[in-house]
């Protein structure tokens, strides 16, 4: 058994407002894959989701935020601890500046920046996921990325408190930030706040059709996936090694290299994590025997793997 497990913190966590235990999680990712959290929470209010980590610290107690899950590959096991989303999808525009909440999809904000006749943010439409996880890993398509427009990010730092973080704070760089690998490992983000420029919210509504129909003959959106597996190496893109190294089609049980695009994994229905692990160590291992290059992950693998 766990070692937070003690029946004071059981108590704690079944106490929570609108706590939920052992409840799935595969339906709440992209990829249809993965075990249930031990205890779930999806909230709207900051600071009932400020509260469960605060409290998830105090009691030794491990917690998971999850954006929208769409970059994210949960282990077949589950989830120890304690999950906590934030669903605040609230916005507010005040002249070319809009500030949107952590839960709200980059897809419906650039429609709604479009509205309001705003440009600059239509590579958002090309972005699956929340801000809060844009924020998180400085989400981008077709070569513009979130830190390009975005002025700060207010967020929450357990022991600390909230929290207002410029973009050079925030360490932001090729799907990186302080929140995923370095100081703000663990801290929430609530909302983002970027900088766009009035213009006709008409062309920029053509130009995210175009890129949608793009993207929909490039990329496996039809199937479920979560988005790039690999980062793309310096100079180089991980779709084509992959499509050099002849490893699309290649699969692991229901797991498959997308034959569209080679640096997307799909489920073809019923994949379960670890077959999309061994996937992704297949193509890495042959990536890495055929052209000595080292693909590095960008989706992110969380839960119990052992
Ligand atoms: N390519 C191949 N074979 C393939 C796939 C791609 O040869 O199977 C070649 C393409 O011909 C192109 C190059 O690789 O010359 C780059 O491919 P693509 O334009 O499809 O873009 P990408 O680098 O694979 C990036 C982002 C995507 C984003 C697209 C659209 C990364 C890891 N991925 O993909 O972001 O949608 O650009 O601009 O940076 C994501 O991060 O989850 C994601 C989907």
């Given at each position: 058994m766990s070692s937070w497990k003690t029946r004071a913190n059981l108590g704690w966590l079944r106490a929570l407002p609108g706590v939920k235990e052992d409840e799935p999680l595969a339906s709440r990712t992209s990829f249809g894959i993965g075990g249930p959290a031990d205890f779930f929470l999806e909230v709207a209010r900051p600071e009932a989701c400020e509260k469960a980590i605060e409290g998830c610290c105090e009691h030794g107690i491990p917690y998971l935020l999850l954006g929208a899950g769409t970059n994210l590959l949960i282990a077949d096991k589950g989830v120890e601890g304690l999950v906590i989303r934030i669903v605040n999808r609230e916005h507010q525009i005040e002249g070319t500046r809009v500030r949107a909440g952590a839960g709200l999809k980059?897809?419906?904000?650039?429609r709604i920046v479009a509205d309001a006749n705003l440009r600059g943010f239509e590579f958002a439409i090309g972005v699956p996921g929340s801000v809060g996880g844009a924020v998180y890993q400085d989400a981008g398509c077709w070569g513009k990325e979130l830190r390009e427009v975005l002025v700060d990010a207010e967020g929450y730092v357990p022991g600390k408190g909230p929290q207002r973080w410029s973009p050079i704070q925030l360490q932001l760089g090729y799907r990186t930030s302080a929140l995923r690998d370095g100081a703000l490992k663990g801290a929430l983000v609530v909302a983002a706040t970027v900088q766009l420029q009035r213009g006709d919210g008409e062309e920029a509504k053509?130009?995210?059709?175009?890129?949608?129909r793009e993207r929909n003959e490039t990329q496996?959106?039809?199937?479920?996936?979560?988005?790039?597996?690999f980062k793309n190496p310096p100079g180089d893109s991980a779709g084509r090694l992959v499509q050099?190294?002849?490893?699309?089609?290649?699969?692991e049980g229901a797991a498959v290299v997308s034959t569209l695009h080679g640096n997307f994994i799909v489920?073809?229905?019923?994949?379960?994590?670890?077959?999309?692990?061994?996937?992704?160590?297949?193509?890495?291992?042959?990536?890495?025997?055929?052209?000595?290059?080292?693909?590095?992950?960008e989706v992110e693998m969380v839960g119990r793997w052992k």
């Open positions: 980059m897809m419906r904000l650039a053509q130009l995210m059709a175009r890129l949608t496996p959106i039809k199937t479920k996936n979560c988005g790039s597996v050099a190294a002849g490893l699309k089609g290649m699969r489920n073809e229905g019923g994949a379960t994590a670890a077959d999309v692990r061994r996937l992704i160590d297949n193509v890495m291992a042959e990536v890495r025997r055929r052209f000595g290059a080292e693909l590095e992950p």
